[in-house]
């Protein structure tokens, strides 16, 4: 399974985005799929999942409310829409996938893409 981030960029504070994780080589139906940023400097952070039983989703308290993420089976593609964004969300952004069904501290994240840059300043 290849996972491929799209959608990052300059945006200014108060705005949105919408990343894209766009899977190939296999069926992202399949797999529990988090995003994940990391800053420089500072260690990785999970922001959210998405189950692969029921679609069900999980957030980090820091963009809960603000991000919401969500999966298109039929393009193979998770997203993530990133709303109201804050200088601090500055961080690469990582899409991964794991082969269990369900969100859980338990998930591995076997899979991951290389990564996209969003940069929120004015």
């Known amino acids: 399974l290849q996972l491929v981030e799209s959608g990052g960029g300059l945006v200014q504070p108060g705005g949105s985005l919408r990343l894209s994780c766009a899977a190939s080589?296999?069926?992202?139906?399949?797999?529990?799929v988090g995003w994940f940023r990391q800053a420089p400097g500072k260690e990785r952070e999970k922001l959210s999942c998405v189950s692969s039983y029921d679609s069900s989703t999980r957030y980090a308290d820091s963009v809960k409310g603000r991000f919401t993420i969500s999966r298109d089976n039929a393009k193979n593609t998770v997203y993530l829409q990133m709303n109201s964004l804050k200088p601090e969300d500055t961080a690469v952004y990582y899409c991964?996938?794991?082969?269990?069904?369900?969100?859980?501290?338990?998930?591995?994240?076997?899979?991951w893409g290389q990564g996209t840059q969003v940069t929120v300043s004015s």
């Open positions: 080589g296999g069926t992202l139906e399949y797999y529990a």
């Open positions: 991964a996938a794991d082969a269990g069904r369900y969100c859980s501290a338990y998930n591995t994240y076997d899979f």
